[in-house]
């Protein structure tokens, strides 16, 4: 069985192995789950799963690689290992993870009140009540515990001010609007508090959440191909943007770049709008499978790591920004039909990636797992 490992940035300092390393991230896997081969078949026959892929890594090794199908029903582009996809609310497991960085650093705790850091939560309000509740702290943001109304950008509006102001300008919004819930009652799945602590972040960095994020997190751990930011050759290789860049010139899909940026706004949805790589996830689940480690270097502790795999109050099997399978196995999926997650206590890796949406990929996505954490 052929096995292939992704290197660590901090583990190849002569050239020619990182050359050879690099080489080997993309060579084909020996098959080795027929249960996989199986599920990948009936996903590729199936018109609502276009394309996708499914990787399983064990000790840091690629044991099981597959591609499948196109970029759309309508597309002749192949899905291959140079295929990014949007990962939607994986973002928020490398969001959190980006937090437990600056815990670590001992920039900040996941206990403090998130009006230690943004005044405009000092005074918050029930909605539709006068009642006064105290901030939610970064944790319940991270847990979906803050009290914020449930929702997904998507259900916002077009003229909602979400849509149109910064990372200050939302976070501002977000708490003149009051909460649904006092802090730490109830769970409801949203963006609202990762949009505060991603402004919180800017706040006590000085600097765009953005840059922190590939300062703190991405770089070190050689996540390169992942980004907030769309550009052309990535466009190119984003099943569900290029299909608008087949047949065009670079400078035409720059221009389409340019109206998409404004017509969306410069606020960073740190919960929901990463695009990434099977390449750059699995060095994100591995970081977490290895307990912070790159290489020789302790990134961030592994009791801080820990706090993030913790059930939380008023949850069912949530910590902060992964969910909670049972077992050791920790993840999350998106709603572009995407899953990552990683078993803490074997160090086995499953990456599922398609663009056909949650439903679509859902048979999928959890036959995988059943196969691979039975």
């Given at each position: 069985?052929?096995?292939?490992?992704?290197?660590?940035?901090?583990?190849?300092?002569?050239?020619?192995?990182?050359?050879?390393a690099l080489a080997s991230q993309t060579a084909a896997a020996e098959p080795s789950f027929p249960e996989l081969e199986t599920l990948i078949?009936?996903?590729?026959?199936n018109l609502k799963i276009p394309g996708g892929s499914v990787r399983v890594v064990e000790d840091g090794e690629i044991i099981f690689d597959r591609y499948f199908g196109t970029f759309s029903e309508d597309s002749k582009i192949p899905w291959d290992?140079?295929?990014?996809?949007?990962?939607a609310s994986i973002s928020k497991s490398v969001t959190a993870t980006l937090v437990a960085v600056l815990v670590g650093e001992g920039n900040l705790s996941f206990d403090d009140p998130i009006a230690k850091y943004l005044p405009e939560y000092a005074e918050l309000k029930l909605q539709n009540s006068d009642q006064s509740i105290r901030s939610p702290t970064i944790a319940e943001c991270l847990s979906h515990t803050a009290g914020f109304p449930g929702g997904t950008m998507g259900k916002l509006p077009k003229n909602s001010p979400v849509k149109r102001g910064d990372q200050a300008e939302v976070a501002r919004h977000l708490a003149t609007q009051g909460l649904a819930a006092r802090p730490g009652t109830q769970y409801a799945y949203t963006f609202?508090?990762?949009?505060?602590?991603?402004?919180?972040?800017?706040?006590?960095?000085?600097?765009?959440i953005a840059e922190v994020m590939r300062e703190k997190l991405l770089s070190p751990l050689g996540m390169n191909e992942t980004t907030f930011t769309l550009g052309v050759s990535l466009v190119r290789r984003l099943?569900?943007?290029?299909?608008?860049?087949?047949?065009r010139s670079d400078e035409e899909?720059?221009?389409?770049?340019?109206?998409?940026?404004?017509?969306?706004?410069?606020?960073?949805?740190?919960?929901?709008?990463?695009?990434?790589?099977p390449n750059d996830l699995?060095?994100?689940?591995?970081?977490?499978?290895?307990?912070?480690?790159v290489g020789s270097r302790q990134i961030v502790p592994a009791s801080v790591l820990a706090r993030l795999y913790r059930k939380q109050p008023a949850t069912k099997n949530y910590g902060l920004g992964f969910n909670l399978r049972g077992g050791g196995v920790v993840g999350h999926g998106g709603a572009t039909g995407t899953s990552a997650s990683a078993d803490l206590k074997t160090g086995r890796i499953l990456i599922v990636f398609t663009q056909a949406g949650s439903l679509n990929a859902r048979p999928l996505i959890s036959g995988a797992a059943k196969v691979m954490y039975p």
């Open positions: 069985m052929t096995k292939n490992k992704i290197n660590s940035p901090l583990s190849c300092p002569i050239l020619a192995l990182t050359c050879f078949a009936s996903a590729d026959s290992e140079q295929t990014v996809v949007a990962i609202r508090g990762y949009a505060a602590v991603s402004r919180l972040i800017e706040v006590v960095t000085g600097r765009p099943p569900l943007f290029a299909s608008r860049a087949e047949g899909v720059a221009a389409q770049i340019e109206r998409y940026r404004a017509e969306r706004g410069p606020f960073v949805n740190t919960a929901g709008s990463l695009i990434s790589t699995q060095r994100f689940l591995q970081f977490h499978a290895d307990k912070g480690l």
